[in-house]
């Protein structure tokens, strides 16, 4: 996909698409680095409710990223939906972490590893909002063209055309 000039109704699309890669590649990779753990210990069952949590909606998103770069709106309308549900699903965990560990233990960084979790867990959330604003202002470029890369296209010189000789302006013949 070629990218577009800012001013281009394409413009937001080409964002979404790429916020959207990077997002679908993040929550699939962070599914993957949690379930095997889980599984190398033989809690299958637990691996089985981390992958259907993690690793399908990653898989999921990135599906409907490729549907939205071919322009298919109800791959957005899927897309939106997906993500407000895992916004809330974290939203949801982030709530459950400070009221369990503290408010103010997370601000003084008495426990690192939960201090970790809500500042990555706000990142996500950030990278999830802004994929979220590009998707809904892409909706007027779906309907336009694709933007075509053209490359390089060398100047060719076209030949000059060649004028009729009169017969004042030729030379005299050699004998």
């Known amino acids: 996909m070629a990218i577009p000039s800012r001013d281009d109704p394409r413009w937001p699309l080409y964002m979404a698409v790429r916020n959207l890669t990077t997002l679908s590649a993040l929550i699939f990779s962070i599914g993957a680095l949690v379930c095997l753990p889980v ?15 993690l690793l399908s909606p ?14 298919k709106r109800w791959a957005a309308f899927a897309t939106i939906a997906l993500m407000t549900l895992l916004c809330l699903g974290l939203m949801f965990v982030l709530a459950l972490v ?10 003084r960084g008495e426990q690192v590893g939960p201090t970790v979790f ?3 867990a706000c990142g996500l959330l950030l990278l999830t ?39 004042h302006d030729a030379p005299p013949a050699a004998r």
């Open 39 to 53: 599984a190398s210990r033989g809690k299958w069952w637990s691996s089985v409710i981390v992958a259907m949590l």
């Open 98 to 107: 400070v009221r369990h560990v503290g408010i103010i233990d997370l601000v």
């Open 129 to 167: 909002g802004k994929a979220l604003y590009r998707l809904s202002q892409s909706f007027p470029g779906m309907s336009l063209p694709e933007l075509r890369d053209t490359g390089f296209e060398p100047v060719i010189p076209t030949p000059q055309p060649v004028l009729p000789v009169e017969p």
């Open 118 to 120: 809500v500042l990555f």
């Open 58 to 71: 990653g898989t999921a998103l990135f599906f409907l990223t490729v549907k939205i770069y071919r322009r």
